[in-house]
């Protein structure tokens, strides 16, 4: 059994992980770190976008949670979840990294899915896009995606209400 606490913990980085981006994409990246994050929501023919600082910051929290989980680095303060929670941070990293760069906007590879929860992903993250600029917007998480209809009818209200510059070729 001295598995099933480190396992659980990185299950559990994992899912924080997904709250976690949520939060950040909503409340960071659509408002005061913006600047990082505009060239991700405009055209350009970049290898590599200001948005791709955020990854490294992802990187960062990883790296720093395995030093704390580290006796080599911490000596006796070392803290052993620490380094289950950095596997956890990494693995959401991956994860994000396939889903988002690679099956949603297409860095990596070419695949459009034509059914399944792949294609609820690409669709919840499309209608993301679907603002002009930083204000509004839906489906802010990377890795759990609400249903499409849901996600145009509230951009639609958006629309309507103001709060939101949505373009034409979304239709709603």
């Known amino acids: 059994m001295d598995w099933l606490a480190p396992t659980l913990i990185v299950l559990a980085s994992v899912l924080a992980m997904e ?17 990082w994050h505009r060239d991700h929501h405009e ?8 948005n791709d600082l955020y990854g490294v910051v992802g990187a960062v929290m990883s790296i720093s949670m395995f ?6 680095v911490m000596g006796s303060s070392a803290w052993w979840p620490g380094t289950w929670i950095g596997l956890g941070v990494l693995f959401y990293g991956i994860i994000y990294t396939l ?12 695949w459009v899915p034509k ?6 992903l690409v669709q919840a993250h499309k209608l993301h896009h679907a603002t002009v600029g930083k204000e509004g917007g839906v489906s802010f998480g990377f890795v ?19 709060i939101a510059v949505v373009r034409d070729s979304v239709g709603g």
């Open 19 to 35: 709250w976690i981006a949520w939060a950040s994409h909503k409340y960071i990246m659509h408002g005061w770190g913006w600047g």
């Open 43 to 50: 055209p350009h023919d970049k290898t590599f976008e200001k």
């Open 67 to 72: 030093a704390i989980g580290s006796p080599l």
């Open 99 to 110: 889903i988002h760069d690679g099956l949603v906007h297409q860095r990596y590879f070419r």
């Open 115 to 120: 059914r399944g929860y792949a294609k609820r």
């Open 144 to 162: 759990f995606a609400r249903d499409p209809a849901v996600l145009k009818a509230e951009l639609k209200a958006q629309r309507q209400a103001g």
